[in-house]
């Protein structure tokens, strides 16, 4: 069996807006799960986990004038490449951030097809647990990617004991990242092609001073 077929790329996105982040910390757990599911079945994992505050302005911009940024560019060329996504966002007014939205608003409608997709959310109160299902599931079947079937939802209260290795948190996040792991396993990996018209300025960029 050669390297590429034992070796997978997954691409964590955490919408956290602050640092640091209960977001990202469910989003390092969720990969970390994954990665040892995935080893398990003697699959080396290679991640890039995204902070997209850091991101916060590129994708501004981006919505602004339709151009990427060479560094959001890279982000999400990395998605869109994946051959699994954990994607991780707060829970504002019963619905994930705008600045997660806004991201996804910017990957091509079509290439997160087939793509196994974990999803999590925190927020302030387990009131708003059931955004996953009806946001952020809905979101991610229009994209038509494959989305685990287990989704995984931290409340401040899951954290408060200051033992989330242990308890109904941790074995949520076992499962779903077991769910990933094997949806991950069965696709085939995903090509790495390269883009041969990647340093080519687009000639409505030229056009609005972008060069």
């Known amino acids: 069996m050669t390297s590429s077929t ?3 790329s997954l691409v964590a996105l955490s919408a956290g807006l602050s640092q640091p982040s209960s977001t990202r910390l469910l989003a390092d757990r969720l990969v970390a799960g994954t990665v040892s ?17 850091d991101l916060a302005h590129d994708i501004t911009d981006n919505l602004l004038t339709g151009f990427p940024s060479p560094r959001l560019k890279e982000v999400v060329d990395a998605v869109e490449h994946a051959d699994g996504v954990v ?69 401040s209260e899951d ?4 033992d989330a290795q242990t308890g109904e948190l941790a074995s949520r996040i076992t499962r779903a990242a077991g769910e990933l792991a094997t949806l991950v396993a069965a696709r085939e990996p995903s090509s790495s092609v390269p883009d041969l018209l990647a340093g080519l300025v687009p000639f409505e960029q ?6």
């Open 206 to 211: 030229q056009l609005a001073g972008g060069v």
């Open 6 to 8: 034992t070796t997978r």
């Open 159 to 162: 954290w408060g004991s200051g």
């Open 87 to 155: 994607a991780v966002t707060p829970i504002f007014s019963a619905s994930y951030s705008g600045l997660f939205k806004s991201f996804v608003d910017i990957v091509d409608s079509k290439a997160l097809v087939g793509t196994p997709v974990l999803i999590g959310a925190t927020a302030g109160s387990a009131r708003h647990s059931l955004a996953l299902e009806h946001a952020l599931r809905p979101l991610f079947a229009y994209l038509r990617a494959v989305v685990a079937p287990t989704s995984v939802f931290a409340a």
């Open 37 to 53: 599911a995935l080893a398990d079945r003697g699959i080396t994992a290679e991640v890039r986990t995204v902070d997209l505050r």
